[in-house]
């Protein structure tokens, strides 16, 4: 891939072409050894076993549970669903309490099921729920707490533990994110009553959809056996109210194939990662979230928090900036829970308990990482990133007044000579350099 590096004239928002030819997303699914997942296809259409408990998904779920730590794994058709079955089987009812800064499957899971999530207000250093919020939320109504591991960063797990106790509470953790991450040197998957991974297709590790609930109690585990199968407890036997939330063979086996690669998946997420660190570094107005190199991390979120007051620019104009270069960088999780369907209107004041997530939830951005991505992508996105960075009162002038790039330029060229410096000579001293790596986002230009 060629390095791409624009000037702030042919930058896409004025009308030149984009960095990219095809969007560059985040989210696009790594996946793994391409022979090994068909070889196992192609047993799974021999054996014509296709779902209903097979060899692929017992395997794959020995192989979760192994890596959680943990005695139980049942693998599920997606997290929501997980989410709910594992809500069910613990029996929650009334009042949960939950963050709003999470995928709106956090909240929905318990809504579906006419439990009302109660949201809490986050920590705006982790981003995990505030402890001592969760403590004031408890009514008599409460039966429980669900907290999200966001980013794959463990919640204060110790407290909501004390919490959970004390008030008799039951404690399930979404860990969507959070599949091979510790805390304190135990794996993320071992902690409260039971904890809930991803598999989706835009998971660092996916079964195409998936998921899976994992504890330590076998009680709690045999209901959700029983729960995602109908409630069968053998044939004509069913004892129990259920669903279906099994997850297929194939399904299974890409997740076993994934698990394969998942070292070189974490590898590269890591690499990833700090490459754009680096390239962004003193850029004053963008924070990193960071992740602790004592725990282990999957490093899946490259998550930047925006400065709007600092960068002189708002995260909402940045990301306009990126989008019309197709650089789909997302604002993951805006805009709240609190703030969509149904919950807005039930309660439309609760921002105004949750300021830390109204203002994390204005002020984060996810860049496109992951094994599509290659250093070349990455350092022609940080330089997209740092041209309108340096160039945003310009930027601003231009788009406010609507005039036309060449005409702007034209002036701009007249009065400031080094405005249209490209920001590119320190990031890129070899600005021509050509890889083989394959990312599907074909770069238009080089300097
Ligand atoms: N709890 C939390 C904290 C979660 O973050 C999630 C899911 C859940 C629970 C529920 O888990 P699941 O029931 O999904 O297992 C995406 C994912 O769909 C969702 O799984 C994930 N969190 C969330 C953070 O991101 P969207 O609405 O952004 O999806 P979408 O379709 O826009 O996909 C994201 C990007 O990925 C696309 O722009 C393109 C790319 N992509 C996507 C797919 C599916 C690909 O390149 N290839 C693909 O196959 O939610």
Redesign the pocket.
Known sequence: MTVVCKTLDDMAIFGGTPAFAEKL?????NLGRRDRLLERINDILDRRWLTNDGIYVQEFERRVAQMAGVRHCIAIC???VA?EIAIRALGLKGQVIVPSF??I??AHALQWQEITPVFCDIDPETHNLDPAMVERSITPQTTGIIG?HMWGRACDVDRLEGIARQYKLKLLF?A??AFACSHNGRMIGSFGDAEVY?F???KFVNTL?G?AIVTNDADLAAKIRLMKNFGFAGYDNVIYIGTNGKMNEVSAAVGLTALESLNEFIAVNRRNYEQYRRALAGLDGIEFVTYDAAQKSNYQYVVLRIDSGRLGMSRDELVRILHAENI?A?R?FYPGCHRMEPYRSSDPQAGLRLPHTEALAQSVLSLPTGTCIDPDTIQSVCHVLRLAVTHHREIRRRLETGRSNRQAADEMALRTPDARSTGCESQHPHPSRITTSGSSARPLRAA
């Open positions: 997303h985040v989210g696009r699914p997606n997290a929501t989410l999470t995928f499957a956090t999200v979404d969507a994110h991803s989706h297709a835009t959809e998921g789909m997302r993951y």
